[in-house]
Each structure stands twice: as C-alpha cells, then as structure tokens.
C-alpha cells in the first residue's frame, strides 16, 4: 500500500518543519534548507518492494544534506535517485554533477553527501540497504554523485527498468514485487561492473547492454519447453560460446539461471494453483518443464520441498521438509548466483539432473 505524505494542506509557515520530518520519515535523517521564503507544497507517495524503498517527490527549491553529524547513527543505505523535472546538483567524494530529465545517480549515506535544486522538481528515488547491492567499495565510491544518462548503453536500460518498476509497484505482491527488486539490483550492479571496467576484454559497453536484453528475452519466453542456449544466440546473432561467457561473468550458466527463473513462477504459482483448479502438472508445463517427475526433482532439490507438499502446506507454512510461508526469500533468487552442479535446462535434461541448493544469494566474485 502506497504511503503518501503531503505539505499542501498545511500554512507556508507550518510546511518547513513538517517537510523536513518528511524526508528524514522516508529516506534516511538528512538536514533540509528550503530556499524559498513562503515554502511550496511537497509530496512523497512511497512502497516498499522487498528492501526496497520506492519514493516518489515532488517539491520546491531546496538543499538537503547528509552531514558527519548523521552519518554517526549507523544507517547505511544507497539511494538510486531518477530525475524528472528540475536539475540537481549532486555532491559526493569530492565529486559534483549536475543531474538533468532522464539522467540518475547514487549517494552514500555511510558519508557526506549534498544535493541542492534551485528550482521545483521530481525525482523518484529508491533507497536499499548498502549491503544488498554486491560491487565492490572501490567501485561504488567511483560512481557516486555521478550522472548517468537515461538516453543510452547500459544505463538507458537500467533507468528504464527503475522508472517501470516504480510506476507498477503499487499493484505488485510482496513475493513478485520482492523478486522484481532484486532484480533491479542486479541489473544496477552490472552497470556498475560495467562503467569499472569490470567486461575490459570485452567491449564493456556490448557486453553489459547484450546481457541485460538476453536476459530479457529469456524471461519473455521461458514457457517455451524448447529454449535453449542455441535458439537464445541466434536470436542475438552471436556465438553460443560468447552467451555462455556472458553469463561466465555472473558464476552462473544459462541452463543454471533459466531453471532457477522457471521454479520461481512455479514456487509462486503452485500457491494459486488449487483456487484456479490447476495441478502441478499443469504449472510445471506453463513454465517450460516437460516432464513432471523431472520437475519435481529440481524443485525438491531447490527448495527442499516436493512441489505437491508446497502447494498443499505453503500458505500455512507448515509444510513438511523446511517449507515456507508465502512471502518468505526462497533459496533460490532472480538474478541470484547460485551454483547448482548440473547445467542443463529444467524442460529438456534428457537425463536426471542432479542439484544442490544455491549457495549465498548476490555472491559477487
């Protein structure tokens, strides 16, 4: 459910106070100096997807700042903040950038940061733990206060996931919009890579924008029963080779990352699946898995569970063998580095495939 904090209501000499508890309500403490003399009316509507905090701000001229006074009440966050309307000038690690329409940029909040907007202004910002995005501190102190621009590469597509992400939030469930989150993560961490030089032996920019519309397309067809590395390099023109070396950069395989985003919409179907009159069977096959008995052993092996015990006890989480409530990380995680042993897809292993559970989820090398 969406929470909405508004200044309009209240007298230009009430709104300064008020704003300012606003912000800090909603983002981290930060100081705020509004720099109008008869205030304009703000606005945050914000959700919460998983660990991530989506806001949404419309306000007046103003500087806010993260001072060393601040930063000692332990709070480490990043706050991803896409510009609609205005420019901001954005301070951080002896950095300043102007961030313009359609650009966006991060802040730290483990140090001093400041972003001053002479004039009226939205953005939409989105604020998760420092811990939940996986690159390295060198690199991130290499990216604050920085400008990417919306309009092209890598960072196009990031911002356009983000901007889509935040106008679907309000309607998404805490199970899908939590996957969904973590998924823009990883695709923010990838950008990240990519601007470090991470992908320098093979055209940073290429690589990073290639693996971002595979994985798309992936998605966009994963109940095909018939996907497979072959079909996903011709449709890029590329090598299968070099679709496995992209996906090499992230510890994963193809087959690895199709399966773990296949029992994914299982796991969350099979928990809707009685009240529309569907078995398992039925679910397995409308996520690409041909055979049922194969399904459940990757499921099982994935989840520690069979898939007919989740669907029967998942809700109640009392299911036997470790299942889980609804709502509740599963053990494997979109876009998450695992490293299940076997390699091949759930809807063509020909052969059983044996599986481990995932190791740590967002294991970065």
């Given at each position: 459910?969406?929470?909405?904090?508004?200044?309009?209501?209240?007298?230009?000499?009430?709104?300064?106070?008020?704003?300012?508890?606003?912000v800090?309500?909603?983002?981290?403490?930060?100081?705020?100096?509004?720099?109008?003399?008869?205030?304009?009316?703000?606005?945050?509507?914000?959700?919460?997807?998983?660990?991530l905090?989506?806001?949404?701000?419309?306000?007046?001229?103003?500087?806010?700042?993260?001072?060393?006074r601040?930063?000692?009440?332990?709070?480490?966050?990043?706050?991803?903040?896409?510009?609609?309307?205005?420019?901001?000038?954005?301070?951080?690690?002896?950095?300043?950038?102007?961030i313009?329409?359609?650009?966006?940029?991060?802040?730290?909040?483990?140090?001093?940061?400041?972003?001053?907007?002479?004039?009226?202004?939205?953005?939409?910002?989105?604020?998760?733990?420092?811990?939940?995005?996986?690159?390295?501190?060198?690199?991130?102190?290499?990216?604050?206060?920085?400008?990417?621009?919306?309009?092209?590469?890598?960072?196009?597509?990031?911002?356009?996931?983000?901007?889509?992400?935040?106008?679907?939030?309000?309607?998404?469930?805490?199970?899908?919009?939590?996957?969904?989150?973590?998924?823009?993560?990883?695709?923010?961490?990838?950008l990240?890579?990519?601007?470090?030089?991470?992908?320098a032996?093979?055209?940073p920019?290429?690589?990073?924008?290639?693996?971002?519309?595979?994985?798309d397309?992936?998605?966009?067809?994963?109940a095909?029963?018939?996907?497979?590395?072959?079909?996903?390099?011709?449709?890029?023109?590329?090598?299968?080779?070099?679709?496995?070396?992209?996906?090499?950069?992230e510890?994963?395989?193809?087959?690895?990352?199709?399966?773990?985003?296949?029992?994914?919409?299982?796991?969350r179907?099979?928990?809707?699946?009685?009240?529309?009159?569907?078995?398992?069977?039925?679910?397995?096959?409308?996520?690409?898995?041909?055979?049922?008995?194969?399904?459940?052993?990757?499921?099982?092996?994935?989840?520690?569970?069979?898939?007919?015990?989740?669907?029967?006890?998942?809700?109640?989480?009392?299911?036997?063998?470790?299942?889980?409530?609804?709502?509740?990380?599963?053990?494997?995680?979109?876009?998450?580095?695992?490293?299940?042993?076997?390699?091949?897809?759930?809807?063509?292993?020909?052969?059983?495939?044996?599986?481990?559970?995932?190791?740590s989820?967002?294991?970065?090398?």
């Amino acid at each position: 459910m969406s929470v909405v904090l508004s200044t309009a209501s209240l007298s230009a000499a009430d709104r300064g106070e008020r704003w300012h508890h606003a912000v800090s309500r909603t983002f981290i403490p930060l100081d705020v100096h509004l720099l109008e003399d008869d205030p304009s009316p703000g606005r945050i509507v914000s959700n919460q997807l998983g660990s991530l905090r989506i806001a949404q701000v419309q306000a007046g001229p103003q500087t806010v700042t993260r001072s060393r006074r601040l930063i000692g009440d332990g709070k480490e966050h990043l706050i991803l903040t896409l510009q609609q309307r205005g420019t901001s000038l954005k301070e951080q690690d002896g950095r300043q950038a102007r961030i313009g329409p359609g650009d966006f940029s991060l802040s730290d909040s483990t140090r001093l940061f400041r972003k001053t907007v002479q004039s009226d202004f939205s953005f939409t910002s989105f604020q998760f733990p420092r811990t939940d995005l996986r690159v390295r501190d060198e690199d991130l102190r290499e990216v604050t206060a920085t400008a990417f621009s919306g309009q092209e590469g890598g960072a196009a597509l990031v911002a356009a996931y983000f901007a889509r992400l935040a106008r679907e939030a309000p309607g998404l469930d805490a199970l899908v919009g939590g996957q969904f989150a973590a998924t823009a993560l990883d695709l923010l961490a990838l950008l990240i890579d990519e601007r470090c030089g991470r992908f320098a032996s093979q055209a940073p920019e290429a690589a990073a924008a290639t693996l971002v519309r595979v994985k798309d397309h992936i998605l966009r067809h994963l109940a095909d029963p018939g996907l497979s590395p072959p079909e996903i390099a011709a449709a890029h023109f590329m090598s299968v080779r070099y679709l496995h070396k992209l996906f090499q950069l992230e510890g994963v395989t193809v087959g690895e990352w199709i399966r773990t985003q296949r029992l994914e919409r299982c796991r969350r179907d099979l928990l809707r699946s009685p009240a529309l009159g569907h078995g398992v069977a039925a679910v397995a096959r409308r996520w690409g898995f041909v055979s049922p008995s194969h399904f459940s052993r990757v499921f099982r092996a994935a989840y520690g569970v069979a898939p007919r015990e989740w669907q029967t006890h998942g809700l109640s989480g009392d299911g036997r063998n470790g299942g889980e409530r609804e709502g509740t990380p599963p053990r494997t995680g979109a876009l998450h580095r695992s490293s299940p042993t076997s390699p091949t897809l759930g809807a063509s292993c020909p052969t059983p495939c044996p599986t481990r559970p995932p190791s740590s989820p967002h294991s970065r090398p």
